[in-house]
């Protein structure tokens, strides 16, 4: 397949993806690799709450994609500690998304 050529003003369109640990890691690199020859401009992000204690940096980088996506999928966040960390940032960009998707998740996070 040819690869495409994209007009310098596709906007992107940003997908962020905040799930327990890495375990999505590996197929969500594969489909990005896939999606981006389809959709101009996709940038597909994994964010893994495990990595947030340890790492504060990965947090930082889960709120800033969070504050520019325009879908957000949240999976697997039970653990209090994850919701509170992330929570806030979920409800400010809920209403500015194109898509929420919520799933097998706490209640207050599948509610946005």
Do not use: Y
């Not at 597909?44 to 325009?70: K, M």
Request: proline letters at 8%; a negative charge; charged letters at 25%.
């Amino acid at each position: 397949m040819p690869k495409r050529i994209l007009p310098a003003d596709v906007p992107p369109v940003r997908v962020v993806i905040v799930t327990l640990d890495s375990h999505l890691a590996a197929p969500i690199e594969r489909a990005r690799k896939e999606l981006q020859r389809d959709i101009p401009g996709l940038q597909l992000d994994l964010h893994a709450a495990a990595e947030w204690s340890s790492d504060p940096a990965a947090l930082e980088r889960c709120q800033a994609d969070v504050a520019q996506a325009n879908i957000i999928i949240a999976t697997m966040l039970f653990l209090d500690e994850h919701i509170r960390a992330i929570l806030p940032d979920l409800e400010a960009r809920a209403p500015h998304c194109d898509a929420f998707v919520g799933c097998m998740a706490a209640g207050e996070v599948i509610r946005l």
